[in-house]
């Protein structure tokens, strides 16, 4: 769609991403996109088909025969294999343990970018994620990189019944080589280790608003 608005928002595990998106999505009439769930899906089925993750070429062979499909509802865009969308999981241990070994394959991230873009043909959105302010639409001018503190990322990890160790995969997606998890130049950067998410996300939706007008978007 030709004059979609995207609104970009990065930042590392628990930083609120998800919970700031889908309010100022709500807020905006905006779909919301959550990108990690596209890659949690490709990871969910990789294992699920019995895939070597070790092994790139059969992870990008299997990507070439993968059957998923961008299905919107009124409030999202998401991934679906067969009419499913496998929401509850991709939130496994498993899949948390694995997906940062799958999403630095470069032809899994060319195809998830050029997926993320093609969900605009639904309109305006809302998509988080690790590099859609510097690699998915670097074009944007609404840019967010939401962060915590390492204390505050495991507190919240853990009052979800996680029993991930974030702090490998953060570190494998801050240091991988192609497209690696850090702030665009012109995000504005937002630590809420002391703020609810419904503060941060009202901060975040003034801004957006402020901006629009200044734009005329
Ligand atoms: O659950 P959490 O918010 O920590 O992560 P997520 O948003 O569900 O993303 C899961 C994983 O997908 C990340 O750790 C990255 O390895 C990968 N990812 C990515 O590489 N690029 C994105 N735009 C989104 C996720």
Redesign the pocket.
Known sequence: MKDAIVIAI?G????G??TCGRYLAGKLGFRHV???????TFTWHCLQAGIDIGQAPQVVEFLRRWPAELVTTSDEVRLEVGGKSAAGEIRSDEV?NT??RI?PIAAV?IW?VRT?RECLRFGSVVM?????GTH?FPETPFKFFLTASDEVRAKRRKAEGSGEN?AE??R??STRKV?PLEPARDAVVIDNSHESPAVTAEFMLAHVEAKRRQLGL
């Open positions: 990065d590392p595990s628990a930083s991403k998800g959550d990108t990690g769930a596209m890659y949690r948390s997906v940062a999403s991230r998830m993320q988080d994620g690790r590099d859609i998915v974030t995969r953060d494998r997606d497209a």
